[in-house]
């Protein structure tokens, strides 16, 4: 069917990466699907950042900068006013997306010789990667157009919060590349509750000081207890920031 040709299309293109290909993928793609999608302009940073994190749950895939949509499922490149310096945008979305999250941007110009729909005119696109190792991606902060700490998928042509069979279906892939983080995730979440349960006490009172004292085995009069707490109040915080950094997040 038609998604079928798109997703040969996207991948023929992503073979061989040149104006040529890029000429023929606008010419055989007239409607979006989940791995490419066409924007008229540049899109503010959230909904820049959304678009990523949708597609990389997705498989990856390709974003291109001017074409305009101009009815039902009709597009029409008309090219961009102005480019984007690659550079800048990656400043202003990276704060959003996880680090381990592969994209990059391409320019193409077209002069006016060649092909007649796109003589003088500009385009860029964003290339997603499939690196189903890393799903699920996560949002990393809050701006306009983006939660924070949220999983995001396309379906369709939309981008959506993942639901439950989403996010299943994203570990499982994840599951299935073998790929393990140095730990394992859930090693990581049990020694952080271990390390908590060792967090300075609220003390009710003096008694109750010593028994957890003792319980620990170690007595007020050979260490400081505040400086043991403080250890693990480090160890608590560099183990949040594995976690972290496990997930991409860093």
């Known amino acids: 069917g038609g998604i079928e040709m798109n997703k040969d299309a996207v991948y023929e293109f992503l ?12 010419k055989t793609s007239d409607y979006e699907s989940d791995n490419l999608d066409f924007k008229e302009t540049w899109i503010k940073k959230g909904a820049l950042a959304k678009e990523l994190l949708a597609m990389a749950n997705s498989g990856g895939g390709l974003i291109v900068f001017g074409v305009k949509e101009i009815e039902n499922n009709q597009f029409d490149p008309c090219g961009l006013q102005e480019t984007s310096d690659p550079a800048e945008i990656q400043n202003s979305i990276e ?54 700490a949220t999983i995001y998928v396309r379906r369709g042509t939309e981008c959506t919060v993942a639901d439950k069979d989403d996010i299943e279906g994203l570990i499982n892939k994840r599951l299935a590349t073998g790929y393990k983080s140095k730990l394992e995730f859930e090693d990581h979440i049990r020694q952080l509750q271990i390390l908590y349960r060792y967090k300075q006490p609220t003390w009710t009172s003096a008694t109750s000081v010593i028994a ?39």
């Not at 004292?213 to 693990?232: C, H, R, T, V, W």
């Open 95 to 148: 704060k959003f997306i996880p680090s381990n999250l592969k994209y990059r941007v391409e320019s193409f110009t077209f002069d006016r010789s060649e092909y007649d729909k796109l003589q003088g005119k500009s385009f860029q696109i964003v290339i997603v990667e499939n690196c189903p190792q890393y799903f699920p991606y996560i949002s990393r902060n809050e701006t306009d157009g983006l939660k924070r």
């Open 15 to 26: 073979q061989n990466i040149n104006r040529e290909s890029f000429a023929d993928l606008l």
């Open 212 to 250: 957890v004292l003792k319980k620990l085995s170690f007595s007020a009069s050979d260490q400081n207890p505040s400086e043991f707490y403080a250890y693990i109040d480090g160890l608590i915080e560099r183990k949040k920031k594995i976690i972290e950094m496990d997930l991409g997040l860093y």
